[in-house]
């Protein structure tokens, strides 16, 4: 397992904004392509030879065998070196890492999925995966901010969420002069949403917050305020990580590690480590 | 356990007879500090008189011999859009520790509990580990050690042979079938009541001479309670973030991992090297947001997870109070005063 890598090829790059791109990849070897597994929220670690490592949430499907997605920044030397790839491009993946969001404790409720910015990254896998399980579900709402509207990740799969009866409310903090939705922060458009549910309702949602480390107070705040007990909300938070094995410490909070008990956490573990939002 | 007693002279042979085939490792007398008092340091040594037994502790622990400062973690050979990764675990030859004080066989113990444990073992470290045989050797606390303390001034497993000078001879542990056979070749016998008498009369003498103390009790909660505690900026006002407390520690194993391209585009590769919690950009992640910005917050979060995190994973600590990091700190904070401090008692 140690070093262990899959042999990877990107198969494609689409781009996303200015800054992100979502890649696709596949492992090389048959055999290992169907072995590898992975469930909503976990991550991988990606590699390019001599240029670098870093830990990546998965963006797409998990019943989906042949590829995995990943919606990456340009932010550091990897990821802008990965900006400029093209198809076809050989790197390595290890994992899956880390801990999942359960969705299969989640089925026969209401799910609330809450994304600030490149938060939406990793929600992208349990929304397919609600989208693919969607008569297992009750209410499901994603509520998403962002910067300006070209900060807007996914855009063409907002009428696709929306086909499959999920709630999509979008807010910008700054809007341009085509925008048309809401103007404030995620918090504004959290509460809009929450506000014409009943008892009934929060009595049987779930959670799912990500975003910069900023917005987990707020959100988990007002969701505690409604009701919504703190073991049924999940965040998934970023860490640096150089292993992904928890030896390398890099990701550690309070008294344990980001990718051996994380990323995703529920919330009640989250308020009881220090200083892990 | 089975005791032995062995003459001084003995000893020179058992050395001998292990260094014809392998690599020692063992304390010897580097160079003299600026107090005119010895600097000791763990090297390969091939002749016994060069050894010093009775070394009082290194600056360095020996963790450079299966924790290297820089490690290769893989290899890669690139041509174009491809390339093939070679893994070598880098397993050297076996290795004999000669003269481990029983905090640093502690301090490996632990190791081993994080990077042999069930989730991931790390086979780079294990096949250093498992390829080294381990003689410790009993010493007697200098006023900087609180092992004590921390439950690490004995040390019941984790070695082959334990030594402890009761004079004219060695009294022996043996703990591996390695270490009982390679004492067939120097004469040994079974020790005798006045041998046991002069072995309990060291341990209790060692036992009067501790000088440096830390209270462990419930520490785990007050570092929790005292989270906010104004001490831990004070101690980060002094702190310089150089991590060289990180350095010094035997059970530090924190890392960061760099790929580096050869000059000729054909040739990569994969190095780790040991980090310190204590140095800016530990918690850096992409994009800049830092989540450690401040010394005070990294200083605490390293007393944070040796006496709280590992205590919480491990029920011990990941400290065995051998003193290094206090002795080496160039703003002389040491443990057993920051401690203290937390707990609001003067240290």
Known sequence: MYEYTYKS???????????????????????????????????????????????????????????????????????????????????????PFGTSFPME??????????????????????????????????????????????????????????????????????????????????????????AGKDAAYIHNTSAI????????????????????????MFVSLERRMHCGMGKCCRCNVGSTYTCLSGPVFDYWTVMNLKEAI | MIFRVLDKEELVKFF????????????????????????????????????????????????????PFKEDLAVFKVEGDEWHKTIDFNCDKATVFFGLHACDINALNKLDKVLLGNVYPMPYYAAKR??????????????????????????????????????????????SANAYNFLQCIKTRAPEEADNLLYMKFVSEKNKMFASRVD????????????????????????????????????????????????????????KTLYSCNVIDFAEVAGGHNFRPERSTRLKYRYYHKHRGFVEAYEESLCVGCGRCGESCLAGITVPEVIASVRGEEA
């Open chain 1, 9 to 95: 090829e990107i198969t494609r790059v689409s781009r996303l904004t200015d800054k992100e791109n979502l890649y696709r990849i596949r492992i090389i070897d048959q055999n290992d392509r169907k072995r590898f597994s992975f469930k909503p929220g976990q991550f991988v670690m990606l590699e390019v030879p001599g240029i670098g490592e870093a830990p990546f949430s998965i963006s797409s499907s998990p019943s989906s065998h042949e590829d995995v997605e990943l919606c990456i920044r340009k932010a550091g030397n990897l990821t802008n070196y990965l900006s400029r790839a093209s198809r076809g491009m050989r790197v390595g993946i290890r994992g």
């Open chain 1, 105 to 194: 404790n989640m089925q026969g409720q209401n799910i609330l999925l809450i994304a600030g910015g490149l938060g939406l990254a990793p929600l992208r896998s349990p929304i397919a995966y609600v989208q693919e399980n969607r008569t297992h579900f009750g209410h499901v709402d994603i509520i998403y901010g962002a910067k300006t509207p070209s900060h807007l990740l996914f855009t063409y799969q907002y009428d696709m969420w929306r086909r499959d009866e999920i709630g999509l409310s979008i807010i910008v903090e700054k809007a341009d002069s085509l925008w048309k939705g809401q103007v404030g922060l995620i918090t504004n458009a959290l509460e809009a949403v929450i």
């Open chain 1, 209 to 232: 917050v990500c975003g910069p480390p900023v917005v987990f107070k707020f959100i988990c705040n007002i969701l505690s305020e409604i009701g919504v007990p703190m073991q049924k």
């Open chain 2, 16 to 67: 001998d007879h292990l260094s014809a085939n392998n690599a020692i490792v063992g304390p010897v007398e580097s160079g003299i500090d600026r107090k005119g008092k010895p600097i000791y340091a763990f090297e390969q040594v091939s002749d016994f008189a060069k050894m010093r037994l009775d070394y009082t502790t290194t600056k360095l622990p020996s963790k450079r011999y299966f924790l």
């Open chain 2, 130 to 175: 498992k390829n080294m045989f381990i003689i410790g050797v009993g010493c007697l606390p200098q006023p900087f050690c609180f092992c004590r303390s921390m439950g690490a001034d004995t040390v019941l497993h984790g070695f082959d042979m334990f030594l402890t000078d009761i004079g004219s001879r060695y009294f022996v542990e043996i703990l």
């Open chain 2, 216 to 271: 462990t009790t419930d520490l785990t909660k007050i570092l929790d309670m005292e989270f906010q505690s104004p001490v831990w900026k004070q101690w980060g006002d002094k702190c310089l973030g150089c991590g060289t407390c990180s350095n010094v520690c035997p059970t530090c194993y924190c890392y960061g991992v760099e790929e580096t391209v050869n000059v000729n585009l054909r040739a990569a590769k994969k190095t």
